[in-house]
């Protein structure tokens, strides 16, 4: 028997006459008809608002206006198609069959997943770039068992020097190095005596990175300020694109490049060679050690930008999951 799958909203008359177009030919041709209300999912009311009703019979799909002529012909073309498959054995085309004859757990969680994926990576995002603010406030509650493991966990995923992270309850919120030129406000140096943090080849580096604060200077944050500019402004994207229903389209890829990732890469990387001690390299590029500011703002383009360019594509991709379960439930559910 033929399945056959009608697209459909409430209040539609033109629906209604296809519908009873198909009973008529039911005798003719005997097939199961699978409703789907487009308002059930926005990517299908968005692709076939205009074009309702919409008839799917296999590879064939009619588009309104559908005559009841239109509906024979395809109906009697699917009819032949699916009798010749049949006959050849075709173990592709009874391999679709036999996976289209049931719903699997797996079938519930991946339309589950395509339906909430935005709210999981939110959730994921919020967590993680929390944890590290985390950390700091159980040091200062005197939980330091709890800190320490989520420093740990986070050692792996970010340098973690001192000198390029936020500080929580201390006397500055940052301590750059003296390099950075920052007037004003205490150094790393003078705030922990660390001595020869500008060498990044000096043994002191790890003991900047394992330094996690004291009641005076604060207690640090487990992410570095840029990593924490990159996940807040991927979250922030990420709460920008649910509130406008996913509408947003994807960032166009030489802008991504260009104002995502050329100025995150120029920062990172100048600061990188720039301290790596060559002489011949000096000459072309003087030391440099880049200041909060800059980090911040290269980290949140590149996580907004990111986000923006990659999410939209995301939802393309779980729009076409949704809307191939939504289709196999209906069948699966009058097949029953």
């Given at each position: 028997?033929?399945?056959?799958?009608?697209?459909?909203?409430?209040?539609?008359?033109?629906?209604d006459?296809?519908?009873?177009?198909?009973?008529?030919?039911?005798?003719q041709?005997?097939?199961?008809?699978?409703?789907?209300?487009?308002?059930?999912?926005?990517?299908?009311?968005?692709?076939?608002?205009?074009?309702?009703?919409?008839?799917?019979?296999?590879?064939?799909?009619?588009?309104?206006?559908?005559?009841?002529?239109?509906?024979?012909?395809?109906?009697?073309?699917?009819?032949?198609?699916?009798?010749?498959?049949?006959?050849?054995?075709?173990?592709?085309?009874?391999?679709k069959?036999?996976?289209?004859?049931?719903?699997?757990?797996?079938?519930?969680?991946?339309?589950?997943?395509?339906?909430?994926?935005l709210?999981?990576?939110?959730?994921?995002?919020?967590?993680?770039?929390?944890l590290?603010?985390?950390a700091?406030?159980?040091?200062?509650?005197?939980?330091?068992?709890?800190?320490?493991?989520?420093?740990?966990?986070?050692?792996?995923?970010?340098?973690?020097?001192?000198?390029?992270s936020?500080?929580?309850?201390?006397?500055?919120?940052?301590?750059?190095?003296?390099?950075?030129?920052?007037?004003?406000?205490?150094?790393?140096?003078?705030a922990?005596?660390?001595?020869?943090?500008?060498d990044?080849?000096?043994?002191?580096?790890?003991?900047?990175?394992?330094?996690?604060?004291?009641?005076?200077?604060?207690?640090?944050?487990?992410?570095?300020?840029?990593?924490?500019a990159?996940?807040?402004?991927?979250?922030?994207?990420?709460?920008?694109?649910g509130?406008?229903?996913?509408?947003?389209?994807?960032?166009?890829?030489?802008?991504?490049?260009?104002?995502?990732?050329?100025?995150?890469?120029?920062?990172?990387?100048?600061?990188?060679?720039?301290?790596?001690?060559?002489?011949?390299l000096?000459?072309?590029?003087?030391?440099?050690?880049?200041?909060?500011?800059?980090?911040?703002?290269?980290g949140?383009?590149?996580?907004?930008?990111?986000?923006?360019?990659?999410?939209?594509?995301?939802?393309?991709?779980?729009?076409?999951?949704?809307?191939?379960?939504?289709?196999?439930?209906?069948?699966h559910?009058?097949?029953?």
């Amino acid at each position: 028997m033929l399945n056959v799958t009608l697209y459909t909203r409430k209040n539609c008359k033109l629906c209604d006459e296809v519908k009873a177009d198909l009973n008529e030919l039911q005798s003719q041709y005997p097939h199961r008809l699978a409703e789907v209300d487009i308002e059930s999912d926005n990517a299908l009311l968005a692709k076939f608002l205009i074009e309702i009703p919409v008839v799917e019979v296999g590879p064939y799909s009619l588009k309104a206006p559908i005559t009841r002529q239109k509906l024979q012909m395809t109906l009697g073309a699917a009819s032949d198609r699916k009798n010749q498959l049949e006959k050849l054995g075709d173990p592709e085309y009874q391999m679709k069959i036999r996976k289209g004859q049931k719903v699997t757990t797996g079938d519930r969680v991946s339309f589950w997943i395509a339906k909430r994926y935005l709210l999981m990576l939110n959730l994921f995002m919020l967590i993680y770039v929390g944890l590290p603010f985390l950390a700091p406030t159980l040091m200062k509650l005197g939980a330091e068992l709890p800190a320490r493991a989520i420093y740990r966990i986070y050692s792996p995923l970010c340098h973690q020097f001192g000198f390029r992270s936020f500080f929580l309850y201390g006397e500055q919120v940052v301590y750059p190095l003296a390099e950075a030129r920052m007037t004003g406000i205490k150094t790393f140096e003078q705030a922990t005596g660390i001595p020869n943090l500008n060498d990044p080849y000096s043994a002191t580096r790890f003991d900047a990175r394992k330094y996690t604060g004291d009641e005076t200077v604060g207690y640090k944050v487990a992410l570095c300020e840029r990593d924490v500019a990159i996940y807040l402004a991927i979250l922030l994207f990420g709460i920008i694109y649910g509130l406008s229903g996913r509408r947003v389209k994807s960032l166009h890829w030489a802008i991504w490049l260009l104002i995502g990732i050329a100025p995150i890469g120029l920062d990172g990387f100048s600061q990188l060679f720039s301290q790596f001690n060559w002489a011949w390299l000096n000459t072309i590029l003087p030391y440099r050690e880049s200041t909060v500011y800059l980090r911040i703002l290269t980290g949140s383009l590149f996580g907004f930008m990111t986000a923006w360019f990659a999410y939209p594509n995301i939802e393309e991709s779980m729009n076409e999951t949704r809307q191939y379960y939504i289709k196999k439930f209906a069948v699966h559910q009058v097949s029953k």
